[in-house]
């Protein structure tokens, strides 16, 4: 399930096993994620699904449903 594989994803990109995350959720809400970090969760985000996102894809992402709907993208079949 696209949810439980992203959340997995950010868990090790943020270190923490215990991080629930949700569609509204964005880098405000979770205090590890700066600019590096963004850069790392997006690697691991395409190394995982298989996708290799465009940079004004990736400038537009506003929050994790956005991301999850670009990964939809490439992945339709995990809609």
Not at 3 to 11: H, K
Not at 41 to 60: C, D, Q, T
Request: one cysteine or more; aromatic letters at 8%.
């Amino acid at each position: 399930m696209l949810q439980d594989d992203l959340q997995a994803v950010f868990r090790k990109v943020f270190d923490d096993p215990a991080l629930v995350i949700t569609d509204d959720m964005s880098a405000a809400d979770i205090e590890k994620w700066d600019s590096l970090a963004h850069i790392n969760l997006i690697v691991e985000v395409e190394k995982f699904f298989g996708a290799r996102f465009k940079n004004a894809e990736m400038a537009r992402l506003q929050c994790i449903g956005d991301l999850k709907k670009l990964v939809i993208k490439y992945r339709p079949e995990l809609a």
